[in-house]
């Protein structure tokens, strides 16, 4: 059987064995109850990784970022976003389906806000305009291929939340990439945010599941929040078993899929049709326009998947994800089917 080269997303990634072999061993109990060890081992390293009081184990990330939304605002209030963003773009509108506030997106350069623009639109609440009580960062930045929000940026705009009292929440899914990526601790960029969500199921590898930080009294009402949205899981140990492995033992490999992604980018960045910055990947993300005479965006995916290569349609062109499980055949399958099909 032929190999497939699977590029659509890290989620793809499959566990490892060490991670099989954690979950057959795990010891569990309930974790509605407080009971699951493994689980509470989970949370308690997620919660020291991040320099947070407290860390609370979801099913994804969007739960992760829907329960810290809705713990960090109440009704009628304005959530600031980036215009890009998941959580504004990708979430399934839970801003303001479970939330019930109003997303006040605001444009960047590649992922950072300005934050002075931040600034300008924080708004107090009266009978015409809701209360700007939340500001969403994101860090690595998905849409704006797996762009690394710097630390100077981050530290601005806490200055600004810090003048208007408002919190922060950063969406982390890939925060170890931006920190293999820049040498940054992860720690540096979660002292920044009154919260964090950070994913277990993409680059590190484990089959589900997520985390949230920040204060513990903070993490006590995100539990209940969770429990509502039916995430409270039982013998979930067997599954937070992988997470322990994601966190201990797959966080330095990142950097491989960070070359592999930057190897991709520079060997198609010249090929007709291909609108791409090879500087701009920084991390394991390489999205890219095409403008070709012979190809659409579609067609061009479907002739790829004929060659057993994978890859998703995204709204500023094509995104191709590198991670544990795409290797350096498949980074070479992929450069010479774009060069059989592009070039004249």
Known sequence: MERWSDFRSDTVTKPTEAMRRAMAEAEVGDDVLGDDPTVQK?????????????????????????????????????VIVEARSHIYNMESTHLTFISRVNPRPLPSRRGAMDPEDIARNIRQASVHTPRTSLICLENTHNNWSGAVIPLENMKATREVADRFGVKIHLDGARIFNASIASGIPVKEYAKLVDSIMFCLSKGLSAPVGSMLAGPKDFIDQARRVRKALGGGMRQAGVLAACGIIALTQMVDRLKEDHDRAKRLAKAIAELPGIILNPEEIETNIVIFGLNHPRWSIPAFLEELKKRHILALPVSRGIRFVTHKDVNDEDIDRAIEAFQQLLSF
């Open 42 to 78: 989970l949370e308690a390293l997620a919660a020291e990784i991040m320099g947070k009081e407290a860390a609370l184990y979801v099913p994804s990330g969007t739960m992760g970022n829907a329960v810290a939304v809705k713990v960090w605002t109440r009704e009628l209030e304005e």
